[in-house]
């Protein structure tokens, strides 16, 4: 099974243009959706939900296509929005069941089953009949995976999971989300570099709309080997730097400021060779710095 996006277009009635012929085929796995708050990732997501219309271009999941059976779509998919909606008066046992009606599970004893086997899954059965306003941040989380997951879904969207999460319930999540990777096709739209890296197999960057690359991260990270440059500067001169040099980030290290930036070569020897990783090659891609262009046949 593949999902294959084929000449996505997208612009709002206030002249937006949030998705510019995007083209990507996803297989089965973790597949990271990375890019800046506004890059159009949402926009994305809920096209691909059926959640909204693309001006053009179309989806396929398998050999359904979106625009012309919205309902099989959505019948295999599950949706964790970055806004997630829950009746927080329900217990998590009483809501999954309920969930489980509307997808169809008709008898009673099948939506008790898997109302089990969903809380069990996500860790969340010792506190079942606890209603769900009295959860964390994560077990919210945690309890919309399971809800997305009803129907068996060859299809899990989950947009901005993490944020605000604490690094022990991020954990939780992360170990979630792999095992589903091993069944599905999951397609993690997030803006926070880690969560990528720690989960996805193969990923793609997006920028005002447009897929800038798509590969795995891996290869992102050594398309940039080599060219990114480290200097720790007074505070003072960050504005001088950032009109002389390509800057791709700034830190503060210890109270003091290092700038990174790109190139071929340093720009000078005042500047240190850096071993990169996810976060300087995302911001080397974002920035219109780094050359994809040997990525070009995957966009």
Same mark, same amino acid.
Request: hydrophobic letters at 40%.
């Given at each position: 099974?593949?999902?294959?996006?084929?000449?996505?277009?997208?612009?709002?009635?206030?002249?937006?243009?949030?998705?510019?012929?995007?083209?990507?085929?996803?297989?089965?796995?973790?597949?990271?959706?990375?890019?800046?708050?506004?890059?159009?990732?949402?926009?994305?997501?809920?096209?691909?939900?059926? +959640?909204?219309?693309? /001006?053009?271009?179309?989806?396929? &999941?398998?050999?359904? $296509?979106? !625009? @012309?059976?919205?309902?099989?779509?959505?019948?295999?998919?599950?949706?964790?929005?970055?806004?997630?909606?829950?009746?927080?008066?329900?217990?998590?046992?009483?809501?999954?069941?309920?969930?489980?009606?509307?997808?169809?599970?008709?008898?009673?004893?099948?939506?008790?089953?898997?109302?089990?086997?969903?809380?069990?899954?996500?860790?969340?059965?010792?506190?079942?009949?606890?209603?769900?306003?009295?959860?964390?941040?994560?077990?919210?989380?945690?309890?919309?995976?399971?809800?997305?997951?009803?129907?068996?879904?060859? +299809?899990?969207?989950? /947009?901005?999971?993490?944020?605000? &999460?604490?690094?022990? $319930?991020? !954990? @939780?999540?992360?170990?979630?989300?792999?095992?589903?990777?091993?069944?599905?096709?999951?397609?993690?739209?997030?803006?926070?570099?880690?969560?990528?890296?720690?989960?996805?197999?193969?990923?793609?960057?997006?920028?005002?709309?447009?897929?800038?690359?798509?590969?795995?991260?891996?290869?992102?990270?050594?398309?940039?080997?080599?060219?990114?440059?480290?200097?720790?500067?007074?505070?003072?001169?960050?504005?001088?730097?950032?009109?002389?040099?390509?800057?791709?980030?700034?830190?503060?290290?210890?109270?003091?400021?290092?700038?990174?930036?790109?190139?071929?070569?340093?720009?000078?020897?005042?500047?240190?060779?850096?071993?990169?990783?996810?976060?300087?090659?995302?911001?080397?891609?974002?920035?219109?710095?780094?050359?994809?262009?040997?990525?070009?046949?995957?966009?």
């Amino acid at each position: 099974m593949k999902l294959t996006i084929q000449n996505l277009s997208k612009t709002y009635a206030n002249g937006v243009q949030a998705l510019q012929n995007i083209n990507l085929t996803i297989g089965r796995g973790m597949f990271g959706l990375l890019g800046q708050n506004g890059a159009g990732k949402s926009t994305l997501m809920r096209t691909l939900a059926t +959640l909204q219309d693309a /001006d053009q271009g179309q989806i396929f &999941l398998g050999d359904i $296509e979106a !625009t @012309r059976e919205p309902e099989k779509i959505r019948r295999t998919l599950g949706y964790l929005p970055q806004e997630f909606g829950v009746y927080d008066s329900m217990s998590a046992e009483e809501m999954l069941d309920y969930i489980s009606r509307i997808k169809g599970v008709v008898k009673k004893a099948e939506r008790k089953a898997l109302v089990e086997y969903l809380l069990h899954r996500v860790n969340l059965f010792e506190v079942r009949k606890k209603s769900l306003n009295s959860y964390s941040g994560g077990m919210k989380q945690r309890f919309g995976i399971a809800q997305a997951l009803v129907g068996k879904p060859e +299809l899990i969207i989950v /947009d901005e999971p993490t944020a605000g &999460l604490d690094p022990e $319930e991020r !954990t @939780r999540f992360y170990n979630i989300l792999s095992e589903l990777g091993e069944e599905s096709i999951i397609i993690l739209s997030t803006h926070i570099v880690e969560d990528v890296t720690s989960l996805c197999a193969d990923m793609a960057i997006i920028g005002n709309g447009q897929v800038l690359v798509h590969a795995t991260p891996r290869e992102i990270i050594k398309a940039v080997e080599g060219k990114i440059w480290a200097k720790g500067i007074g505070r003072g001169d960050l504005d001088a730097c950032k009109d002389t040099f390509p800057v791709i980030s700034i830190h503060i290290e210890q109270g003091k400021t290092r700038i990174l930036v790109y190139g071929d070569t340093a720009p000078d020897d005042s500047f240190e060779a850096k071993s990169p990783d996810m976060g300087d090659a995302y911001f080397a891609v974002i920035r219109g710095y780094a050359d994809m262009s040997k990525f070009s046949a995957n966009i």
